[in-house]
């Protein structure tokens, strides 16, 4: 714990929204509480914005698109590399005020996340210009064509709460590279540190090009939604969501682009190098620093027979090693769930897990028996657990849990790991364990999901976008600029 860390931070903070350049609470002067998950204590307040803050966003989005979108590409590319400064230099805060804000533990926030956030808005800027090129078409000697690329114009970015400032930034960078003007809907269980940054980044862009407005989705997210004044949404959230969405956006028409949940296979072949398949399936893909909550999260292991016993005793001996406790100590590994509406539907599937007959292989505890501290007693703590079985058609095995809890699953061929891997409505990503080039390529072609790594997890190097039920789109800066053509007759 370092002095800016929670001991520093015993008083309620409040935080605002970001409007036009000024930071507003809610009109009417609502509030929503924001509790710490690892005390279950409230530590902050936040804006429960309405139909009218939502408006006003827009209004202030409209009326700053003209300049931004008209400014030079170098002009946009210049503030962008601001922003990733502001990003470097109140890294170590905001890496604290994610962990304390949702629970992702400090060597992720600092060690990972924030160094990845200036790295993202460096890649933001120096895509601008790319995302200005056009093309030019020869239709003969008096008849050109052309295609600029230009922005949809107020894009809205509405995030999750497992990974806000990550989720924050792909959707505000690559839209405000793009020439877009944005406003950001954070979600409701972990608004502060998005909050956090409009308050620094407020000093750094132009008022009104960015927009944050925090509050409940059906309150404050719903009326973005539905305005006719949103050209575009992006949205990593819930398949639930995404529904309610589309339907709420159809009668203003706009593209949409859906980033869902899923229920990740990761296949261990028995010619696997067991010594990384082992972490890989474990602290790699699920039992994670921030407990599970990670869309792709690799919570369907399929391991093939002959290696099946061996694999459980090191999975086993692994998940003992996991440390819970303090997020903000360097020494801990796994924090907890985000909220205790959350940490309750995790649990649910313990007992759920059990019902339907499957075999506990390790965990299955939760509450304050998980922590060896009792100033941790009131928080959201799931320990890693793990079932066992052979029927992939129960809830634990179909149902995303978002938590740390996974189940494994036996299988002989490879036929047998792809029909496996492939009997869900989800298709995010998958994970093959394999020495074997042949099967490697073979599982590649052939899952249904929007990324496949093979001898790895969790890396994400291109942008991850699923299939089925796991929604469709991404965030990239072309993906925020469409393409107008024009035919020039001399
Ligand atoms: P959620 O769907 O409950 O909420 C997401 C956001 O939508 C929140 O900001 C919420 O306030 C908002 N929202 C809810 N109802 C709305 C409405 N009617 N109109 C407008 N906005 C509304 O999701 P969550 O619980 O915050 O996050 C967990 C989910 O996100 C999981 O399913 C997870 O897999 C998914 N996720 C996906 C990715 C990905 O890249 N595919 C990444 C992270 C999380």
């Given at each position: 714990m370092t002095d800016s860390g929670r001991d520093a931070m015993t008083e309620l903070r409040e935080y605002s929204n970001l409007i036009g350049g000024e930071l507003r609470p809610a009109s009417g002067g609502g509030t929503l509480e924001s509790v710490d998950p690892a005390t279950g204590e409230v530590w902050a307040t936040i804006p429960r914005s309405t139909a009218e803050d939502a408006a006003a966003a827009v209004a202030a989005a409209r009326a700053a698109f003209p300049r931004w979108s008209g400014m030079p590409a170098a002009g946009r590319a210049h503030y962008l590399r601001k922003v990733a400064a502001v990003f470097a230099e109140n890294a170590r805060e905001l890496a604290e005020l994610e962990t304390r804000d949702n629970g992702r533990i400090i060597s992720e926030t600092a060690k990972r996340d924030l160094p990845g956030m200036t790295y993202l808005w460096n890649s933001a800027a120096a895509e601008c210009a790319a995302a200005v090129e056009g093309r030019s078409v020869d239709f003969g000697p008096s008849s050109l064509g052309v295609t600029r690329r230009e922005p949809y114009g107020v894009t809205l970015g509405i995030i999750p709460w497992n990974s806000p400032i990550s989720t924050f930034s792909a959707k505000a960078a690559f839209a405000l590279a793009a020439g877009n003007t944005v406003i950001i809907k954070p979600a409701e269980q972990a608004t502060a540190s998005t909050l956090r940054v409009g308050e620094l980044l407020r000093e750094v862009l132009p008022a009104g090009v960015l927009n944050i407005v925090s509050g409940l989705g059906e309150e404050a997210g719903d009326p973005l939604v539905r305005?006719?004044?949103?050209?575009k949404i992006s949205l990593t959230g819930s398949v639930h969501t995404a529904k309610i969405i589309t339907r709420a956006s159809a009668d203003s028409l706009k593209p949409l682009a859906l980033e869902l949940g899923g229920k990740s296979p990761n296949i261990v072949f028995a010619d696997a190098d067991l010594d990384k398949a082992a972490p890989g399936v474990t602290t790699q893909a699920i039992f994670t620093a921030n407990a599970g909550q990670i869309c792709y999260g690799g919570s369907r292991i399929l391991i093939q027979r002959p290696v099946y016993d061996e694999m459980i005793f090191r999975m086993k001996a692994l998940a003992e090693r996991i440390r819970l406790g303090d997020p903000m100590s360097m020494e801990t590994t796994m924090g907890p769930i985000v909220s205790r509406e959350q940490y309750e539907r995790v649990v649910s599937y313990l007992e759920i897990g059990a019902k339907e007959g499957a075999e506990l292989v390790f965990g299955g505890r939760s509450g304050a028996a998980v922590v060896d501290d009792d100033r941790y007693a009131g928080g959201y703590w799931v320990e890693p657990t793990l079932f066992a079985t052979g029927d992939n058609s129960l809830r634990i095995c179909q149902e995303e849990i978002f938590g740390p809890v996974a189940v494994v699953i036996p299988f002989d061929t490879e036929e047998e790991a792809l029909a496996l891997a492939n009997d869900s409505v989800y298709g995010l990503a998958a994970g093959v364990w394999t020495n074997s080039l042949g099967t490697a390529q073979r599982m590649f072609r052939n899952l249904e999901t929007g990324t496949v790594w093979v001898n790895t997890f969790r890396k994400v190097m291109f942008p991850l976008e699923g299939v089925k039920d796991s929604g469709y789109g991404h965030d990239s800066v072309m993906a925020y600029t469409r393409e107008k053509s024009g035919l020039f007759e001399i």
């Open positions: 305005s006719r004044g949103v050209d």
